[in-house]
């Protein structure tokens, strides 16, 4: 089982059917994941030999973007698609219950955030598994999530029965652009909106910046809403760094406030510090990249 | 407020906050063809509004509001 991923016509939904997901989530209830994370090293070459498209793309990953060599990028591909495999059994396992260790880096910033009367946006892409943060941060304000509309009934109420007691509500993105209001509302009250910043997610305005040495887009409204606000931006990557355990960085972006920057400098000073961050932690953990498209090719 | 003052603060948001070409802005101009005004630039103009007029705007007011002259009106109403 693995999410789905296409750009620009993304499905970016969680694969298998609903019964599929709900017998997962029945089966994590008595066996341990890592029984499962075995299965998985069996399923993953038949995946990747049916999968062209993510396999070219994590190939192209490694080789063109990492300039790793044709031996390991090989080996990478499995591991990158057998990492993903964890992580989302890593996520069902969470909805049946299971516990997983946190260690986190920095969350004074979080906590520094939070404490404010303002509120802040929380960024995250689709590296590791910053949707293992919410089970884990409980703040004082509501995390606003973004999310995307068409997942299958057992992961949306899988997240909001665990999202329910750690003070986070998800929002749908809508085609009547309805969630960049519930965000924009969630800011206004001193709330934190949380979006990933690596998809033109919801919104088609996208910016080139050089990611990993080569353009690649990144989408301008996660940015652009914390500039309208006038509020910070926290940066989160939640890393994978064994079976059960996970390590979670905060990493609050330049503060553009009060510097006399125009509007679009100040969004394209956030991006630039966010995209280069991520880069860093991409290159920390390279098989936890998770974006099995040709992401510098939009 | 009346519709001039509405008009006026609008009117220096767009040209100073958005960069909007001051000769564009026009009551019949449209808010997102002539104005380009996009959904992210409407979440400035919600900042705007709940910050300069107090009032809190949603979705369903950008659906009837097609034109600036139209945008004014509406503050200026629901600002009466």
Redo the contacts between chains.
Sequence with gaps: MASSYEHGNWRGHTDGTPWMQRTLVRLLRVIPVEVLYGIVALVIPFYLLFDGRARRAAWKFFRKRLGWSRWRSFWSVYANEWMLGLVVIDRFASYAGKKFRLQTLDKENFDRFSAREEGFVQLFSHIGNSEMAGYFFPSTKTIHVLVYAGETERMMQGRQDLFSQKNVVMVPVQK???H??TL??AL?EGQIASMPADRAFG?P?TVSLTFLGAPAQFP??PF??AV??GVQVNALFVMKTSSRTYRAYHQPLVDVRGKGL???AAVEALMKDYVSRLEEMVRQYPLQWFNFYDFWQQ | MDYNEIETKVKAFLVDELEIDEAKINPDATLKNDLGIDSLEVVDVVVLVENEFGYKMNPEDFKTLKTFGQFCKFLEEKLA
């Design positions: 009547d652009m309805s960049i209001f924009s509302q206004s919104s305005r301008v409204g652009r809403l309208a606000h125009s509007r679009d």
